[in-house]
């Protein structure tokens, strides 16, 4: 279950009491706070607290008093300009405040994002829930033979009950274990602190994290990617809702220059000039390596 009764209470309490406020809000973020989002089997993404919004963001570019001195086309103009040439600090003035539950695996790649604020639900302290993260049969594949980093094709109906009998087996076995262990029934009781290494990577965990829009931007170009492995994706595709109703203005431009834009180097745009005046580029003549190549192939193609 992804939210206990405990929190869905707190939630509903929380929902039922709002509070008249003089900052400038979101409307948009306003439906999303203290509502959970599902994310895999048991987890979900909700909104804690926001600061900001697009006027929030053309307000620090112009350094202005109030909600601006500009129309909402010149503020939408003013954005996409921002976005455009990169001049990201405007967008820092903008911070939300996430509570996520996930395995504890994809908070490891999460945590590598050094750019927020967190704090982990301690296993120090408390008892972590019988909770796992099970694949659905569709999301088990193979090794990909061409990237180290990822899947391949999938696994044979045979091959993959195999793999999910195995997955929930051992994550039963282990959080058996960890009962056994801090147990004070009869004996002492490992400590909370020691017991935990014995738990599974696909347990879960929850943490507050908290970041600027700057930096969560960069934190969802790389992890709602295409490549980017789907179980942390899934989690960056469900906080992209967010930010849409959020910052609309700033999203669409995130969408435009970022998300569905590419980068090329100077030799691919030397190759697109030659390209542009007729001349035959190839592999061979390029001067690009064959990754490189292929690389700037596919974008071309989109």
Not at 27 to 46: C, N, T
Request: hydrophobic share 40%.
């Amino acid at each position: 279950m992804p939210l206990t009764p405990e929190q869905q209470a707190e939630i509903d309490d929380q929902r039922a009491s709002p509070r008249q406020t003089l900052r400038s809000v979101s409307e948009g973020m306003e439906k999303h706070l203290y509502s959970a989002i599902p994310v895999l089997d048991h987890g979900f993404v909700r909104v804690i607290d926001y600061m900001g919004d697009d006027a929030a963001i053309c307000q620090a570019a112009r350094v202005s008093y109030g909600r601006g001195t500009k129309s909402v086309q010149n503020d939408e103009g003013l954005i996409r300009y921002l976005m455009r040439h990169w001049h990201s600090t405007p967008f820092e003035m903008c911070e939300v405040k996430l509570h996520v539950k996930l395995p504890v695996f994809v908070a490891r790649q999460w945590i590598r994002h050094r750019t927020a604020n967190v704090n982990e639900y301690s296993a120090r302290y408390s008892i972590l829930d019988r909770e796992f993260y099970i694949p659905a049969r569709e999301a088990l594949a193979a090794q990909s033979s061409v990237n180290n980093q990822g899947r391949g094709g999938g696994l044979s109906d045979e091959e993959a009950a195999r793999v999910l009998d195995i997955l929930k087996g051992d994550a039963a076995r282990c959080y058996d274990h960890y009962e056994e262990m801090i147990s004070d029934e009869g004996q002492a009781g490992l400590a909370r602190e020691l017991a935990r290494m014995n738990l599974p990577a696909n347990i879960y965990t929850q943490w507050y994290w908290k970041v600027d829009l700057h930096n969560l931007m960069h934190f969802l170009r790389l992890r709602a990617d295409a490549h980017a492995q789907y179980e942390i994706r899934v989690y960056a595709d469900a906080i992209c809702q967010v930010v849409a109703d959020w910052v609309p203005f700033a999203w669409k431009a995130f969408e435009d220059y970022r998300m569905g834009a590419v980068t090329f180097s100077a030799q691919m745009m030397d190759c697109l000039r030659r390209m542009l005046a007729g001349e035959e580029v190839t592999a061979e003549n390029a001067g690009m390596s064959a990754r490189e190549w292929r690389e700037f192939e596919a974008a071309l193609r989109g």
